[in-house]
């Protein structure tokens, strides 16, 4: 069962990058990474997804290094509206019991 | 397409009365989830379904029932409803992705969500 530990916070400032890194040391062979961004009173939003090295689309990077053990997600120049919590998730193949494990989430709070 | 939805948006019930909620996709997904959120909380997956008639036991079932008669819906009942039951509970969808012949999962989408409150 993969876990994942994350900051439980972070502040930056607008324009800056923004690093939130998750760790999961349980990985499994076919689990993959997964990245969702929350706005309060909305269900979750998808950021990015990944399985090892790395991932970039319009809004983020995500970096895997080779022992899978911990992703980074990365994202460029933040605004306000980024202020949200994101979820760090990990997910198991869906064959047999299926985990699907969301971590506790680091609220990043933008200032202007 | 107006994606996932939920019914109700809230709703406040009793000790001990039953309800149901109902989330309805129209994105053709084959996978459909129910997860709880407590405050300043992850989601926590309560059941989930990988297909029409098919449902299975996520992280936190018990309380619990769901129902997948059809493709688009996926039905959460609460038989008997306690207070430790309160949350905001989501539905999500997703489609199947595979690899080989592992089914892995992809991107879900979410519902936005229903606030529950049990007195």
């Known amino acids: 069962l993969a876990k994942t530990t994350q900051p439980i916070s972070m502040d930056s400032y607008e324009g800056q990058e923004v690093n939130i890194t998750c760790s999961h040391n349980?990985?499994?062979?076919?689990?993959?990474i997964t990245w969702y961004q929350q706005f309060p009173s909305q269900g979750p939003r998808f950021i990015i997804q990944g399985y090892k090295t790395k991932v970039t689309n319009e809004v983020a990077s995500l970096f895997i290094p080779a022992d899978r053990k911990s992703s980074t997600l990365s994202l460029p120049r933040v605004s306000l509206s980024d202020t949200a919590v994101y979820y760090c998730?990990?997910?198991?193949?869906?064959?047999?019991?299926?985990?699907?494990?969301f971590g506790s989430g680091t609220r990043l709070l933008v200032r202007p | 397409n107006a994606g996932v939805t939920q019914t109700p948006k809230f709703r406040v019930l009793k000790t001990g009365q039953s309800m149901t909620l109902l989330c309805a996709q129209d994105?053709?997904?084959?996978?459909m989830y129910w997860y709880r959120q407590d405050p300043g909380m992850g989601l926590r997956l309560i059941h989930y379904s990988v297909g029409e008639g098919t449902t299975a036991k996520g992280e936190v079932p018990d309380g619990y029932n769901v129902s997948r008669l059809k493709k688009q819906n996926f039905l959460l009942g609460l038989e008997s409803a306690a207070p430790s039951q309160t949350s905001v509970y989501f539905c999500?969808?997703?489609?199947?992705?595979?690899?080989?012949?592992?089914?892995?999962?992809?991107?879900?989408?979410f519902g936005p969500g229903t606030r529950l409150t049990v007195l």
């Open positions: 349980n990985i499994a062979t076919n689990d993959y």
């Open positions: 994105m053709n997904h084959e996978y």
């Open positions: 998730l990990v997910g198991s193949p869906m064959d047999s019991s299926y985990k699907l494990i």
């Open positions: 999500a969808s997703s489609d199947v992705l595979t690899s080989g012949s592992v089914p892995l999962y992809n991107e879900q989408f």
